[in-house]
């Protein structure tokens, strides 16, 4: 499924039934199952399975735990050689995944999107800055953000809903979280559509 912003296409990787592989370039370590420990690359990879160069392939079917700059911690098991090393499927929960496909959606988007690179949720500010919030009853503002995450935005704005009020950033459904002096913090009810946020959603009317 692709989604268009501002005629900038964009990838998603949240597909029914399966999951859209994205070409990354994401630097780690790995432990094979007797411990022993490699650097490695990752150069594509899904919620559900990764390639992986490596200097040492292990045996198909061996567990494999690898710590991935930006990722954190992913395990796996050896499926098949890939060229230059192995790929892997992902063992995951459902939350890990979908934290996953945040990340990767992330990187594989943020070239096409002029994003800076997001490290663990660092706050960014992004170009587009006008924007309005819409209360539940209807009511909307003009707002301005002052910086934004995968998780959340800090904006200034004339009025202070309550805190936990739900709101409607743009296009983005998010919740007050807190008060500030010019404006409000909100946390985004789902990480996965920030590139919607930043590159469509947050444009003035």
């Keep these: 499924m692709h989604t268009q912003a501002l005629q900038t296409e964009t990838v998603d990787l949240v597909e029914p039934g399966r999951f859209q592989r994205v070409k990354i370039s994401l630097l780690g370590r790995y432990m094979l199952a007797d411990r022993r420990e490699f650097p490695c690359q990752v150069v594509e990879m899904s919620p559900g399975d990764a390639v992986i160069i490596a200097p040492e392939m292990g045996k198909l079917g061996e ?22 090393g192995f790929e892997v499927s992902v063992n995951a929960s459902p939350r890990k995944r979908d934290k996953l496909a945040a990340q990767l959606t992330w990187f594989a988007n943020k070239d096409i999107l002029n994003l800076p690179e997001d490290r663990r949720h660092e706050r960014q500010v992004p170009d587009i800055r006008h924007s309005r919030i819409i209360l539940e009853d209807g009511r909307n503002y003009r707002c301005k953000i002052v ?31 807190r008060h500030f002096d010019d404006g409000i913090a909100v946390e985004f009810s789902s990480v996965q559509e920030i590139f919607t946020v930043v590159q469509a ?4 009317e």
């Design 147 to 177: 910086d934004i995450s995968l998780s959340g935005a800090a904006v200034e704005i004339d009025v202070k809903p309550a805190m936990n009020t739900p709101i409607t950033l743009g296009r983005m459904r998010a919740t007050v979280v």
């Design 201 to 204: 959603s947050l444009r003035s």
């Design 63 to 84: 567990r494999v735990i690898a710590y991935i700059d930006h990722l954190g911690r992913i395990e796996g098991t050896i499926q098949k050689e890939a060229d230059g």
